[in-house]
């Protein structure tokens, strides 16, 4: 079973829609990453979580370290969010982990007009 | 500030040929974290490195191998190519929070 797992997969929907994207993991962690990769390669990152919830703009992540539990939010989605959504953790590793992130295998996010 | 840059590109190399890539991180970000992309893996972490020296290594064969220099640019090179390596080769810089991907190198290997 891979430390980080995403769901769904594979994600379509209709511009304006509200979407979710879920992550569980099962190390314990210090901070958790949610990326966007668009076509081409480049990845943004979009937040770095350690407790709670943040947002920007139409995009809101959250996390609940007592679940191993995040969800990425878009509010209104429009079909320039169409990507791949990343998560990724970095490890609590007794302060060894440093800059060593383990990803999801990623979901999909198909937005139509 | 100039994001960050890798260089080059694109690259096509031959079966036991050996490449090096590069990566020039924000100015200012003393870590570097290099990073592999394969459709059948996933993204999986290779290395990172703080102020020129290696603190994390993640599970490749000792054909990859990396550097930083004392301005913070890392080098990363892969000896003896396999056609298991074609991949996307990203890099990215930060201060310890917030990572920051440079675009990435593809290398093809024929």
């Known amino acids: 079973k891979n430390e980080v797992e995403q769901s769904p997969q594979n994600l379509t929907a209709q511009e304006g829609e509200f979407i979710t994207i879920n992550c569980s993991y099962s190390v314990g962690i210090s901070a958790l990453h949610w990326l966007q990769q668009h076509p081409g390669g480049g990845i943004v990152s979009l937040f770095m979580l350690s407790s709670g919830k943040k947002k920007h703009g139409r995009l809101i992540a959250t996390i609940n370290i007592q679940e191993k539990h995040s969800s990425l939010h878009i509010t209104a989605s429009h079909p320039r969010d169409s990507a791949v959504y990343i998560c990724?953790?970095?490890?609590?590793?007794?302060?060894?982990?440093?800059?060593?992130?383990?990803f999801g295998q990623g979901t999909i996010l198909t937005v139509h007009p | 500030k100039a994001g960050v840059t890798q260089t080059p590109r694109y690259l096509i190399k031959t079966r036991g040929q050996q490449v090096t890539l590069s990566c020039s991180p924000i100015?200012?970000?003393?870590?570097v974290s290099w990073y592999q992309q394969t459709p059948g893996q996933g993204l999986q972490f290779l290395f990172e490195?703080?102020?020129?020296?290696?603190?994390n290594k993640g599970n490749f064969p000792g054909r990859f191998s990396g550097r930083q220099f004392s301005n913070s640019r890392s080098e990363m090179n892969v000896s003896t190519l396999e056609l298991g390596d074609s991949a996307l080769y990203l890099c990215?810089?930060?201060?310890?929070?917030?990572?920051?991907f440079g675009p990435g190198t593809r290398l093809l290997v024929l």
């Open positions: 990724a953790v970095l490890a609590n590793a007794g302060g060894t982990s440093y800059g060593k992130l383990t």
């Open positions: 490195y703080f102020s020129e020296t290696q603190r």
């Open positions: 100015s200012g970000h003393r870590s």
């Open positions: 990215a810089s930060s201060t310890g929070g917030t990572q920051y």
